[in-house]
């Protein structure tokens, strides 16, 4: 149970949920100019906890509140709304908090928590669904799903003035998943295609699918690992899908230990990363390949180059669950995370990798995604100075070669850029947007970078427009929101053209 002396830091200054949700406001103040690719609308999801946690909290698992800007010919439009989900809706008809979350998850006591919440859900249906879908969100077969990788996807409408409507679960081929969904699915923009994949406690532990790009979804190819595993992310590419098995476990077991997670990070086990042809009917293909421990929140893309599969990544050599804590003030100075390349011989069965920058905590990769799955030059990387608070975006050129052994980042080496949000002021992961689509039309790096931030020192919050090709320390545009909004994940910009389909 949570020691209420000890503040809870992921409910407290701008981490803090707002309100009430806010219906679309128009006419918002821009400074310099919103570019006509931005046409349509940004979007990122956060945690927004509607009631007081039961016990301890942590803001992976609470529910999600989706915060939209919508922009047509140079006008913004903010808007708020919280994802509906079941849990939420149950929860609603209580008037109070009553899943657990992660917080509550520690020693015997977590686990009878666990197990008198089994007991009374004649009061929850948990068949449809009992996550946050606090995560991240991806549009695909005209459709915006919001996840959160304990769960299936929401279904989320946009209306034609950014308003955002719950339509609920999504079904696919009128059956329920019997699986989780991952929150980081990936979409081949040459095939329109999406890979996705769900982990559980229960063997083999990762089921993989294929949903075309009209939305049929093929039969499960199950993944067999020896132990239940956290999966965050995975890759693919032109022709292979990437599953890491990495030394981050999960299980009753290690709530009994009396962590303050449900997870253990063993780092004398290897990590393992499996590539499977992406189109294969079952795992006997499978190639598995060892590399030193370490664990991995997020990819930035994956490629083939020869005989070699190549992955980009924000590598952690050695993950402090400590950092995953409520009670204490996260503090990124000891968690390292540096951009690496791996590569996977597919002839030879080794494995090898290359550190690509050195310093400060590097997070929340993105690239144009015009060329997922295809070899790409530039990641854009997130500073962090916390799980969500953004000091600064870099701009990292893969074709160029790092500096390392230093203890902040600059300019040199493979540092094309470096945006610095200054003092006080705190970003989110940043969302690229291509001038043109597609690859043939433009230099990959001709575009802007848009994402909220917030300015601790007046309470205010913005959405920032960068040049992502020159990185200017001056924004394209500036947009004044009014209202505040919270820390959170991960972000989606959806086009004007996909708005046309929903």
């Not at 800007?69 to 149950?90: D, F, P």
């Not at 947007?433 to 909220?452: A, K, R």
């Amino acid at each position: 149970m949570h020691d209420s002396s000890h503040p809870l830091h992921y409910l407290s200054g701008n981490f803090a949920p707002v309100a009430v949700e806010t219906p679309p406001t128009t006419d918002l103040p821009v400074r310099g100019h919103l570019p006509e690719c931005l046409n349509g609308q940004f979007l990122r999801v956060g945690p927004n906890p509607k009631f007081a946690p039961v016990a301890g909290y942590h803001c992976f698992y609470d529910c999600r509140m989706i915060h939209g800007l919508r922009i047509k010919n140079g006008k913004a439009a903010y808007v708020s709304r919280y994802v509906e989900t079941s849990r939420l809706k149950q929860e609603e008809s209580f008037g109070r908090a009553k899943f657990l979350k992660i917080g509550d998850l520690k020693g015997r006591f977590g686990l009878l928590m666990i197990m008198l919440q089994i007991l009374r859900l004649g009061s929850f249906d948990i068949s449809y669904g009992f996550g946050t879908s606090n995560t991240a969100l991806i549009y695909h077969n005209g459709k915006l799903l919001a996840l959160h990788e304990v769960d299936k996807p929401y279904v989320v409408k946009i209306l034609e003035n950014g308003d955002l409507q719950t339509l609920g679960l999504l079904d696919y081929d009128d059956k329920r998943l019997g699986h989780s969904f991952t929150a980081h699915p990936k979409i081949d923009p040459f095939t329109g295609e999406m890979f996705t994949f769900g982990y559980s406690l229960g063997a083999p532990y990762v089921m993989y699918r294929v949903i075309s790009r009209d939305g049929f979804m093929h039969n499960p190819v199950p993944i067999t690992i020896p132990e239940p595993i956290m999966m965050h992310d995975f890759a693919i590419t032109e022709n292979y899908a990437i599953f890491m098995d990495l030394p981050l476990y999960l299980g009753p077991a290690m709530i009994l230990k009396g962590k303050n997670v449900p997870y253990i990070f063993d780092g004398t086990k290897n990590a393992r990363f499996g590539v499977l042809p992406r189109y294969a009917e079952n795992e006997l293909q499978i190639r598995w390949f060892e590399l030193p421990s370490c664990f991995i929140f997020h990819n930035a893309n994956a490629w083939e180059e020869g005989d070699e599969v190549v992955l980009i990544t924000c590598r952690i050599p050695d993950l402090d669950l400590e950092m995953l804590e409520d009670i204490r003030k996260p503090n990124a100075e000891n968690w390292i995370t540096e951009l690496y390349e791996m590569r996977f011989n597919m002839k030879t069965g080794l494995a090898s990798q290359k550190k690509l920058s050195s310093g400060p905590v590097i997070q929340y990769p993105r690239i144009n995604e015009s060329y997922t799955s295809r070899k790409q030059r530039y990641v854009y990387g997130t500073i962090i100075n916390s799980l969500a608070k953004v000091t600064g975006i870099v701009k990292f050129d893969l074709h160029a070669e790092p500096e390392l052994g230093k203890d902040k980042i600059e300019v040199g080496g493979n540092v094309q850029g470096i945006f610095d949000l200054g003092a006080g002021m705190f970003g989110s992961e940043a969302t690229f947007v291509p001038s043109d689509s597609g690859i043939s039309s433009s230099e990959e790096d001709d575009g802007y970078l848009i994402f909220f931030a917030h300015d601790e020192n007046s309470g205010k919050s913005q959405a920032i427009v960068i040049d992502a090709r020159t990185m200017s320390a001056e924004p394209v545009a500036v947009v004044e929101l009014p209202n505040r909004v919270p820390y959170g994940f991960h972000a989606l910009f959806v086009t004007e053209s996909w708005l046309g389909e929903t």
